[in-house]
């Protein structure tokens, strides 16, 4: 599997197929059984000097990211800056204004454990982006309690990351409703192995359907897709 520089990849699958195993791996959080990692010419682990040089150009956030919870938001925000050498300057202009779109201000510089499930959700979104790592690897960005607003503002900001070649994104996620929308190209994985690869086009027309949502359901698991129709013909109108 290759992700090109400049482009915002999708993966999807269903679950315990290796998702998150998979990006994990690609940010080094795993080693590889088999197979290994490249990234701008640069092996994963395979030296203390290429690791680090890695290490600055991405930023990786799980799906249930740790946070130093006695902490403010804006604490963990300005320590993600500093780690990633971010402008003194830049870094106080640029979680202001995250913190505003996300509606986090009045929250900004309260303990993280006094946020909601949401707002942790959406201070971890802020960390990957404050960092301004040109590869983001993101396990299901959109889920994890996040309200409608937030949810278009994450949208919004990853269309607009990927309008240059700045930005390399990879992301899970399991709403087959965003993917066209973001999506340079989807990677399907199913028991361990992908399965399809390639633009939203390219698939609707390989696969044949009338909507890419359900080409992308015929793909992630066709014997639900089956079980579903027949269980739809056995219900009564």
Same mark, same amino acid.
């Given at each position: ?12 699958? !269903?679950? /315990? ?6 990006? #994990?791996? =690609?940010? #080094?959080?795993?080693? !590889? %059984? ?38 403010? /938001? ?11 050498? =971010? ?23 309260? +303990? ?19 960092? &301004?790592? +040109?590869?983001?690897?993101?396990? &299901? ?6 309200? +409608? ?7 919004? =900001? ?15 996620? !399991? ?6 929308? =973001? ?16 633009? +939203?086009? #390219? ?10 949502? %359900? ?10 897709? #089956? ?11």
């Amino acid at each position: 599997m290759e992700v090109k520089k400049g482009e915002l990849v999708v993966l999807m699958g !269903p679950n /315990g197929m290796g998702k998150s195993t998979l990006l #994990a791996s =690609i940010a #080094a959080m795993l080693t !590889p %059984q088999e197979g290994y990692v490249e990234i701008d010419g640069k092996r994963r682990k395979s030296s203390v000097e290429a690791e680090r040089a890695i290490r600055k150009q991405v930023f990786y956030l799980p799906n249930n990211p740790w946070l130093p919870r006695i902490r403010t /938001g804006r604490e963990y925000l300005l320590a993600i800056g500093e780690l990633y050498e =971010i402008d003194f300057n830049r870094r106080f202009e640029h979680i202001d204004q995250l913190l505003g779109v996300f509606d986090l201000t009045a929250q900004g510089d309260s +303990p993280m454990a006094s946020y909601s499930t949401g707002q942790q959700k959406k201070i971890a979104i802020c960390g990957a982006l404050i960092s &301004e790592a +040109p590869i983001l690897v993101m396990d &299901e960005p959109f889920s994890g309690g996040l309200d +409608p607003a937030a949810l278009l503002a994450l949208k919004q =900001i990853l269309l607009k990351l990927r309008e240059g070649d700045d930005y390399t994104i990879l992301l899970a996620t !399991p709403v087959p409703e965003l993917v066209d929308e =973001i999506a340079d190209r989807i990677a399907v994985l199913r028991d361990g192995a992908i399965v399809a690869y390639d633009t +939203p086009k #390219a698939l609707l027309q390989q696969i044949g359907g009338q909507s890419l949502e %359900q080409v992308l359901q015929q793909l992630l698991n066709p014997e639900s897709v #089956a079980r579903l129709d027949d269980y739809l013909r056995s219900r009564k109108p």
